[in-house]
């Protein structure tokens, strides 16, 4: 038997060479493919653009008129799309942070003339003489609202409260349905407000 094996030595070498090659090609060709680890990053939805609104600046501005803004813009940037307030403007009771939507209508009193229209109101239509101008409860101050009959210091609180919570009155009727004030308090109010 050694002599056996010491006389194809040569030859079992290779054979178990060939062996050792043979099952390592047969390895490599039938383990699955290795992929590369691949990193995937959240993507985000592309964020939608900002509804686009009409919103008329009207009194002491440079250049009054209608101006499309971005819905979520605020007073302060009707007001500078106009041009920005002339010398005699009066912006003390302008709330400059309210934010403005569709269809608003924001009036920028003359110094002179503050005492005799509320600041930060608008009316449906020009007032006449001796008729004082609807008080827009969306952007009267607390001063505004509690002069209105029937409506004292807490209504007034609670009415503005509820708008920077809930969003602006679409109707004058909502103070009713909302139950800010009462029903004969809105029959006093209902001709001396509105909502823009």
């Known amino acids: 038997m050694e002599e056996w094996v010491e006389r194809y030595r040569v030859g079992l070498a290779l054979a178990l060479v060939a062996i050792v090659v043979f099952g390592g090609a047969v390895y490599l060709v039938r383990r699955p493919d290795a992929r590369p680890i691949e990193i995937v990053t959240p993507t985000r939805a592309p964020k939608a653009s900002p509804q686009i609104i009409k919103v008329y600046v009207t009194g002491e501005v440079v250049n009054p008129g209608v101006y499309s803004l971005a819905e979520g813009d605020r ?86 409260s509820y708008r920077q919570q809930k969003g602006p009155f679409q109707r004058a009727e909502e103070l009713k349905e909302a139950k800010l004030v009462n029903s004969s308090t809105f029959e006093k109010i209902k001709d001396l407000i509105t909502a823009q």
């Open 75 to 160: 007073v302060e940037d009707a007001l500078k799309a106009a041009g920005g307030p002339i010398a005699d403007a009066d912006l003390v009771g302008v709330n400059l942070a309210l934010k403005v939507r569709d269809q608003l209508q924001v009036h920028i009193p003359k110094l002179s003339a503050a005492s005799s229209r509320p600041s930060g109101s608008s009316s449906d239509a020009p007032s006449s003489p001796g008729v004082p101008p609807k008080i827009d409860i969306n952007t009267a101050t607390a001063a505004e609202l509690d002069s209105l009959p029937g409506v004292g210091p807490e209504t007034a609180k609670r009415i503005i």
